[in-house]
């Protein structure tokens, strides 16, 4: 099948490709089916893309890159929800917030998005943890320049 994306031009799929978010994500609680595929111009970035609305494609990356320690505990329902049988079936990432200035851009390690690879179903979850942030710098400032 064939998605022609607004930003991402036109990207191949096939059903096995497509992720199911049974809840949706926040902000697009609609939207329920979503293909991943890496960034083009840069490798550590994938996009998570609607296949139900063409305009709607969120950039990710993986926290570990970040925070070689990020652990959590997914929740016993959301496991259930999920279909997880094997840590080796999860899949983590976290949204990217985009900016003109590179040191701006940040990631929201208190809203990870878990994607059962096997499955292919996928959850945001809402840590209620204080030790990560909603806007976690990507990169660091440099500020000796």
Do not use: C, W
């Not at 031009?9 to 926040?26: A, C, H, M, Q, T």
């Not at 996009?47 to 320690?69: K, M, N, R, W």
Request: aromatic share 8%.
């Amino acid at each position: 099948m064939e998605l022609i994306t607004k930003y991402h031009g036109v990207r191949e799929y096939s059903n096995d490709d497509i992720i199911v978010f049974k809840k949706g994500l926040p902000g697009f609680k609609d939207l329920k089916n979503f293909i991943i595929f890496p960034l083009e111009s840069n490798e550590v970035f994938s996009i998570l893309h609607s296949i139900e609305a063409t305009e709607v494609g969120l950039v990710l990356v993986s926290p570990f890159t970040l925070v070689s320690d990020y652990e959590f505990k997914i929740p016993d329902p959301d496991i259930k929800e999920l279909q997880i049988a094997k840590p080796e079936q999860v899949l983590v990432l976290t949204t990217v917030t985009l900016d003109s200035n590179i040191e701006n851009m940040t990631t929201n390690l208190k809203a990870p998005i878990i994607i059962n690879i096997k499955e292919k179903l996928g959850e945001q979850l809402i840590l209620d943890n204080d030790k990560y942030k909603i806007k976690q710098p990507l990169f660091k400032r440099n500020d000796n320049l």
